[in-house]
């Protein structure tokens, strides 16, 4: 499962205590993502599967199942499960990401400010489509997002890897407070329209001589057209072939994809976890509630010495 040479210096053995914190903050906020092998043991991945497995034969009202003609996939979120006294689902998979280090990573990441928004797992199989197209994912508020991305079988380009274009994370965060919500749609929904966007802003950064900042986009954009000819013809240059087990941490704005299986099966389970900083709750009552629900059932979860993670 070889990797390109970029991700092998963005890859960490999850077991060496000797990474520190520091470095991989660095490598997320200047490349939008890090890969941490041996973050989850077999045993913990076998429960993880039944758990959902379980669910899929009698899904709770509080999830949701969607089925497709090459999978299914399962969501919900955490703190509605909470809310309905749901604790005996998920027990498992519903704090996989509730690692120390992680809640450190995503503190400083999201300003201190964060929810975990849905739990989804997926079961994905042969297909002549890849499992997602190139995107970014938009969110109405420009809200930064990290996901937690685990793989819970050997995964390589014939089953589905997941792809990532490193550090452009930065430039569509820019571009987000660029654009209004109508504008985002229109300008960073297709892998030719992002495309498109980033080369009229690295225009812009020419004509204020930015050069340094210019030339470093300008580099990325090649390095993008030298591996992606279009939506559809993509040589895996970006992909992120790896064991079960391995835990994909990256910034949801940057250009990312599934992968064509071509034999086997794809399990993944992720999370998204959102900024969410008071001055967006109070943005709406359904925002305020969410917000408000939050810190009390933590607060409730604490004081009864529960594990939970939302």
């Not at 993502?33 to 077999?42: A, E, P, Q, R």
């Not at 991945?45 to 497995?53: D, L, P, V």
Request: aromatic residues 12%.
């Amino acid at each position: 499962m070889e990797q390109n040479s970029f991700f092998k210096e963005n890859t960490f053995d999850f077991n060496n205590k000797k990474i520190t914190r520091n470095i991989i903050n660095e490598k997320l906020e200047n490349d939008g993502i890090v890969i941490l092998t041996n973050f989850c043991d077999v045993n913990k991945q076998n429960h993880i599967r039944s758990e959902f497995k379980s669910m899929y034969k009698k899904m709770p009202k509080w999830a949701k199942l969607i089925s497709k003609n090459s999978g299914y996939t399962i969501h919900y979120s955490p703190l509605v499960r909470y809310i309905n006294k749901a604790t005996k689902y998920c027990k498992i998979s519903s704090t996989v990401f509730k690692e120390k280090i992680l809640n450190n990573l995503r503190s400083k990441y999201l300003n201190n400010s964060r929810v975990l928004e849905r739990m989804i797992y997926t079961v994905d199989k042969v297909s002549d489509e890849p499992i997602t197209e190139w995107h970014i994912d938009l969110f109405p508020t420009g809200s930064k997002c990290l996901k937690f991305f685990l793989y819970l079988s050997d995964t390589d380009d014939k089953s589905g890897a997941f792809s990532y274009i490193p550090s452009m994370h930065s430039y569509i965060h820019l571009l987000h407070k660029k654009y209004d919500v109508k504008e985002r749609t229109k300008r960073l929904f297709t892998y030719e329209n992002i495309k498109k966007s980033l080369i009229d802003f690295s225009k812009s950064l020419e004509l204020k001589s930015n050069k340094n900042e210019y030339n470093s986009l300008i580099k990325k954009i090649k390095l993008m057209d030298d591996h992606i000819i279009n939506q559809d013809k993509y040589d895996n240059f970006f992909s992120i072939p790896a064991k079960a087990g391995t835990l994909i941490i990256f910034d949801a704005a940057g250009i990312h994809k599934g992968g064509i299986i071509q034999e086997g099966e794809r399990h993944v389970i992720r999370s998204h976890f959102l900024e969410y900083p008071l001055k967006r709750a109070l943005k709406s009552k359904n925002d305020l509630y969410l917000y408000l629900m939050n810190r009390l059932c933590k607060l409730k979860a604490f004081l009864k010495k529960e594990e939970v993670l939302f």
